[in-house]
Every structure is written in C-alpha cells, then in structure tokens.
C-alpha cells in the first residue's frame, strides 16, 4: 500500500473514531453557565450586531453563532452541539496544517511532516481533557478562540514562506482577520502576537532574533512584575482591568496556577478521573505544593532556554504551551480556579510536541510507533465516549463530581437545580440547602444556588420565604455580578405579585451591578412594555 493510501486510511479511521467518542454529546443537556448565558438569555434572541457587543465585550462573536445557532434551529441543543463539534473538527484540521508547517519551518522532510501533521490532527480530536471545551455547550468560546489562534500562527507561517506578493498579502490578511475575530471572541487571542514572535526567535532564523530576544525577556520580566505587583497603589485601575470578579490576591493567584497547571498536563496523559471543576480552595505561598510547581517551571524553562539552539522545534513548542495558558493562568485573575476547558487550546501545542516525539520513534522503531500510535487512538476515544456518555446523564454526572470534590458548593446546587426543573422540589430543596452550608463554611457561596433555593421556595408558594433568603443572601455575597443576579431575581418575584414599581428600583440597582445580567434586562423591558413574562429561572 503506497503512502498517499495509508494517509487516506488514516483520516478514515480517525473520522470513524471521532464520530463514536463524540456521538453521545449530540444528546447532552445544558449545564451550569449555559442556562444564564444561552436558555434564559434574551439577549441571544436577537442577531443585534450592537446589542451583543454592548452586553459581551470581546465575546460578541461567539454570543453572535449563539444567536445564529437559535434563529436558525431554534432551542435544539443537537444543533447547538453539532456547530460545536463542526468547530472542534475545524481546530483538529487547523492544527494539523499548523503542525506540518513547523515541522517544514524547523527543516524536516514533507514526509515527516505531513505524518506529524496527521497525527497531531487526530490525537487533539480524540483528545478526553478536550471534552469539557467541546460538550460544554457555552465553551464554544473556548474552541473559536482555539481556531482563530491557530489559523493566524499557520496563515502567518504560510505568510513567511510565500514567493509572490499575492501569496504575502493574502496570508498577512487572514493572520489579521483571525486575529480580529479572536478578539471578538475570548481573551486569550491577545498572546498571538508574542507567539509570531516566538516562531520568528526560534524556528525563522529571521534577522529580528537580535532584537526579538531582548524583546521576549522583557515581556517576561514586565508579565512577572504585573503578577507579584499589589493591586493598591498607582496599578489599581490596570489590577481591576486584569481580573474578573474575584478578590483572590494576585500573587495567589498566580501560585495556584503553578500548581494547576502540572494538574493539566498529568490529566493529558492520565485521563481519570475528568472533572468539570476541581477544588475549590485556593493553593497559597504558603503551601509547599507552590513552591515545587514554581521549581519544575522554573527548571522546564531553563532548559527550554538551552534547548533554543539544538532543538528549536521542541523548545518553541513548549514556550508556546506557556505563552497559551499565559492569559487565564497568570495576567487574568478569574473566580473559577481550575476548569479543563482552559486547557484547550495550549493542548494544540502538547499534542504537536507529542506527535513530534512519535515520529522520532517512528523513526528509530517503525512497529512500536505504530502499535503505541494505535494504543494512543483507542485508548483516548474510549476515555472520550465514556465521559461523554456521562455527560448525557445529569444525576450521574453531579454525584461523580462529589465523589471527589466534595466541597464544591457548586455541584450541591447545580444538583439541586437540576431536581426543581424536574418538579422534584423535596429533593431539589435539600441538594441547595446543602449547597449553602457547604458554600457558607468554605467562603465560596454561588449566586446561582441562591436563586435555585428562591425559585423552589416560590415555586411551593413560599414567596416571602425566596424574598426572605434573597435579603439575607445580599449580606454574604461579595461580588456586584452575584449582587445583580439575586436583586433581578427578587425583582422578578414581585413582579410576579403585580409590584413592578417596587421591582423597578431594585433592577436599575442590578443593572448598575451587572450591565449583562439577562433577567435584568428582560424584567426591565417587560416592566416598560406591560409585558411580563417571568417564567422560573434556574441558571445552573
């Protein structure tokens, strides 16, 4: 059998095996964030180009294939999970061209380099940590911004090797329009720029090396300075900029990141168990567990930094994982500490590194290549069709993450929601009331479980029990965004009893909180209109 046969054979059997991993996630329902951010979110139910980028800013393109996804298939959450397999599909195509150009870049064989490209394609689509980023119907974010990454360092490569002027022209464009949509779509795109420069240090021989250099351990030391710098003083406004309602200092921050991110890449290799959010507590300077991660980086880096000369290929790859996880592991502090969805997109880059090591071996013992390449692909689909099927299994699915985080408020009430939309209100009423116990005792209560308690109190006639606990609640919660959330939905309880006079004070207080809350928004408009509809909001 030729070369060109056994390629098409591989993309078969890649194909296939994709298909099977990921034919249970057509059946997932929503979870968590995708209640408030696409069920009841009204913002969604319009294709207002202005509205999303008032309401999402730097988000309004994902919100917009949202908005597509509900104008053209309604509420079908198939439709919503086969866009985003069609785009995880579209970032296993992007990384392997991605892949096979470095490996031309760094002066491998087109042989080698289109098997590298294969490889690299199919392990990042059966890849099990992927499947948050993909299933989770909201992290689609997570998978555009992932495309539009990869185009642009592949479109600027492609840019880099053109002969004409079009050639030159036409890839410099793309780089510039996958940049722009990544802007519009998630944060993380901001690195790509310092990627392209990356590529030109280690693997372009371009004659900027001698100032790119100087260049990148400048950026290293300011990246470092912004982490360890207190947010009080003259930085106030830049802190307050770079971090999203959370309160978590910055330098811890960052040191818990050390430790999560060893965490990703041994749930790489070990996929089990999956979680949809780790623990909850944050890891301090104070921990030794801190100061080891820091050492293994800290050594990664070193010889990384040998390794620019002798192995430019490999040291570029890792450096280009870092620079991935950069954004949400080190500038942005974020209130979740831990999700495998932020793992995304710096795993394009594992896997190339992974794929490169393969062909080596393949290289040195073509049988034990092949057999542990074939041991990689069945092994990774199996893990990714078993996760996926309990994805398909809401009940299942929180008690599996109880079973090892079981000080996560979160799940508690995520559980407990999931019981009032099935009208099982005994049963919901006891999940959330143990989701504020659990929330009260570790300081991580969640807005959300509040508002599933107000709406299954409610929803037993208790309506001045649900106002009751929502007061009490304004007490305990810190951040503006929850503050917002449990005004709007005290709100929506009175206007429900006929009071939108009363109801109105307290959503322009919400709004002024929250720009983005969506049940704000619609109670407001409902309120203005004479046309309520305040139908029971569960956000987890």
Known sequence: MNARAVHWLFVFMVSTLFACAYYPALSVPFYLDDFESIVNNPIINTLDWNLLHRYFPMRELGYFSFALN??????????????????????????????????????????????????????????????????????????????????????????????????????GLLVIAAFVAGMLTKQNIITLPAAVLLLEVALLNSRLKVVVKPLLVLALVTLIFLVIVPSE????????????????????????????????????FVPHPLLLEYSVSPYSWGDYQVWLAALGHMSVLAIVWQMLNRAPLVACLILLYYLAHSVESMLVVLPDLAFEHRSYLPNAFLVTLLSVG?????????????????????????????RNVLWTKP?????????????????????????????????????????????????HLQAATIISYMNALYENGNAERAKHVGVMALKAVTRNKDKAAILANIARIYINDGRCDFAMGMLERAQRLDKTNALTISLKEGCSDGHINTGSVNSQ
């Open 358 to 386: 393969l062909m080596k071996l393949f290289q040195l013992k073509a049988r034990v290549a092949v057999i542990l390449i074939l041991l990689i692909f069945t092994s990774a689909s199996y893990f990714t069709y078993a």
């Open 70 to 171: 509900q104008a053209i298939w309604g509420e079908s959450i198939i439709a919503f999970h086969a866009v985003n397999l069609v785009l995880h599909a579209l970032v296993g195509v992007a990384l392997g061209f991605l892949s096979r150009d470095l490996m031309l870049c760094a002066g491998k064989s087109r042989q080698d380099a289109l098997r590298v490209g294969l490889i690299a394609a199919g392990i990042f689509l059966l890849l099990p940590l992927n499947t948050q980023a993909v299933t989770y119907v909201v992290q689609r974010l997570a998978v555009m911004a992932a495309l539009f990454y990869l185009l642009g360092l592949w479109a600027y490569l492609r840019a880099r090797q053109a002969s004409t002027l079009q050639g030159i022209v036409g890839y």
């Open 233 to 268: 003083g003259r930085l106030e406004t830049l802190d307050s900029a770079l971090r999203l309602d959370s309160e978590l200092p910055r330098v811890d921050y960052f040191g818990h990141q050390l430790v999560v991110m060893w965490l990703y890449i041994y749930k790489f």
């Open 395 to 443: 009940v299942a699915f929180y008690r599996h993450e109880l079973t090892y985080t079981a000080d996560n408020s979160r799940t508690y009430g995520a559980l407990g929601a999931l019981y009032a939309r099935r009208d099982n209100m005994a049963q919901a009423q006891k999940w959330l009331r143990i989701a504020i116990k659990v929330g009260a005792d570790t300081g």
